[in-house]
Structure formats: C-alpha cells, structure tokens
T-cell receptor, first 115, second 115 residues
Framework: AQSVTQLGSHVSVSEGALVLLRCNYSSSVPPYLFWYVQYPNQGLQLLLKYTSAATLVKGINGFEAEFKKSETSFHLTKPSAHMSDAAEYFCAVSFQNTGFQKLVFGTGTRLLVSP | DTGVSQNPRHKITKRGQNVTFRCDPISEHNRLYWYRQTLGQGPEFLTYFQNEAQLEKSRLLSDRFSAERPKGSFSTLEIQRTEQGDSAMYLC?????????????FGPGTRLTVL
C-alpha cells in the first residue's frame, strides 16, 4: 500500500539548534513529495517540493529537504531554528497511479522551539 | 493572484442542520480539491474537480456530502443532516496541470463545529 509516515508527533528544539523532521514513504515508484507548514487555525503553506528534478530541494524560510530513494525518505531540515518556526509540519505525497493529483498526508509533526 | 479563499472561516451549527461552504480557487487553476482535517490528524482527501467535472470522490464522502463546481470556477461543499463527527477543518486547494507540476495551494480552511 502507498503511504507516508512521519516519525515523531512532537519535536522540541532550542532556538538556534538544528531542526530535523522525518518523513518516509512507501511506494514502488518514486512519488512527488511535499512539505507543508500549518500555523494554528490556518491553512497549509507550501514549504518545498520534490517532483523528480534535483534531489536536494531548498524551500522558503531556510528549510531544505533531500530525497533519498534508497531510504524512501524526504526529511526536512533547517540549520538554525527560529521561534517563528514553531508550527505543525506535514509531509505529503502524490503517486503516479493517481495521476499525481490526490495528496496523501502524514499525521504531522509539531515543532516546539524554546528560547 | 489573491490565493485560494474560503468562506466562512468558522461555522457552528446544531446536529441535524445543513451547512454549505464555499471555495474560490486561484483564478487560472482548473483543478480544485477538498480535504478534511480532524484534530491532531493530517488532511484527508475528499474529492477533486477538473473544471466543472468531479473526477474522484473518496469513500469518506458519504451520501450526506455533496460538492459542486457548476461553472468551473468556485466550488461549494454541502453537508446535510450534520453529525458531531463532521466537526473538522475543511480545506480547499487548487492547482494547474502542467504548471508547477500540479502543486496544490491551500486556502485558510473552514472550521466546522457541530453541537
């Protein structure tokens, strides 16, 4: 079955520390992969995406992610956390057999940033 | 480009009442999607339109739910005889095939509370 898994429902870091949010997918063919961020009571904002071009993808707000086919992963990183990064982060995938249209989301990781 | 808009932002209703939500996509996007997000979970796909045609519906979309996109522009999602289990955030997204690899951009959502 095609699916996406986010390890860790909560991640806590100190301001200035490295942020690492994990995402793994299950699919026999490489999907398209996305990271979205959600602030309280708001919709989803696209951070970055992988759609079969460069495997290291840079997004907004200093975030980046690397597609690793051998590990079926697309982990999100940021070298130095800022207080404003505190939010819910969702990894999402779309698959070739659905025309890359329907997004399947992970359960989300809440990032907590302490001063 | 004003982004995806949704109205209302919040709706409180009593069990058994009907509710209708509206989504206005990004103007040049001909694909429109509806997702439902319950507390602590990632969004789940409900349905999607290409122009005015509804091309896919999730089994989550019971017969109490109906979505329309009559002129291929805005869309409405109606829930009849609401139940407490319908309480959720309803998210709309739009995309344009061939542009940006069909990346979906989300609106702010409509939060439904059924009492």
């Amino acid at each position: 079955a095609q699916s996406v898994t986010q390890l860790g429902s909560h991640v806590s870091v100190s301001e200035g520390a490295l942020v690492l949010l994990r995402c793994n997918y299950s699919s026999s063919v490489p999907p398209y992969l996305f990271w979205y961020v959600q602030y309280p009571n708001q919709g989803l904002q696209l951070l970055l995406k992988y759609t079969s071009a460069a495997t290291l993808v840079k997004g907004i707000n200093g975030f980046e992610a690397e597609f690793k086919k051998s590990e079926t992963s697309f982990h999100l990183t940021k070298p130095s956390a800022h207080m404003s990064d505190a939010a819910e982060y969702f990894c999402a995938v779309s698959f070739q057999n659905t025309g890359f249209q329907k997004l399947v989301f992970g359960t989300g990781t809440r990032l907590l940033v302490s001063p | 480009d004003t982004g995806v808009s949704q109205n209302p932002r919040h709706k409180i209703t009593k069990r058994g009442q009907n509710v209708t939500f509206r989504c206005d996509p990004i103007s040049e996007h001909n694909r429109l999607y509806w997702y439902r997000q319950t507390l602590g979970q990632g969004p789940e796909f409900l349905t999607y339109f290409q122009n005015e045609a509804q091309l896919e519906k999730s089994r989550l979309l019971s017969d109490r739910f109906s979505a329309e996109r009559p002129k291929g522009s805005f869309s409405t999602l109606e829930i009849q005889r609401t139940e407490q289990g319908d309480s959720a955030m309803y998210l709309c997204a739009s995309s344009q095939p061939g542009q940006d690899r069909d990346t979906q951009y989300f609106g702010p959502g409509t939060r439904l509370t059924v009492l």
